[in-house]
Nanobody, 119 residues
């Protein structure tokens, strides 16, 4: 499955952004989806995940209550709504897909979209 993420940009602290990831090549609803991020000088970290039909979601503690992951299977799209952004949310964000839900490794990755939060 091919993934393309977009929607990043520069935003002030306290602001919001919505990231979008579109998928092609396979049946989208066969895949759980996730968002990850990598800040400068740091390892890539998990942000959020959503199950195949969107009935289950989970979040990193650092974004719980501020970020929301959602998917529209008819549009082959997954979103990450990011509210109350903080400087520490600055990173390159990646979407990922895997047939399994709830694991830390994903088989398919998109290119990143950069998010910069100014304080």
């Amino acid at each position: 499955v091919q993934l393309q993420a977009f929607g990043g940009g520069l935003v002030q602290a306290g602001g919001y952004l919505r990231l979008t990831c579109t998928a092609s090549g396979r049946t989208f609803s066969d895949y759980a989806m996730g968002w990850f991020r990598q800040a400068p000088g740091k390892d890539r970290e998990f942000v959020a995940a959503i199950s195949w039909r969107g009935r289950s979601t989970r979040y990193a503690d650092s974004v719980e209550g501020r970020f929301t992951i959602a998917r529209v299977n008819t549009r082959n799209t997954v979103y990450l709504q990011m509210n109350s952004l903080k400087a520490e949310d600055t990173a390159i964000y990646y979407c990922a897909a895997d047939r399994n839900y709830g694991q830390t490794t994903y088989d398919y990755w998109g290119q990143g979209t950069e998010v910069t939060v100014s304080s």
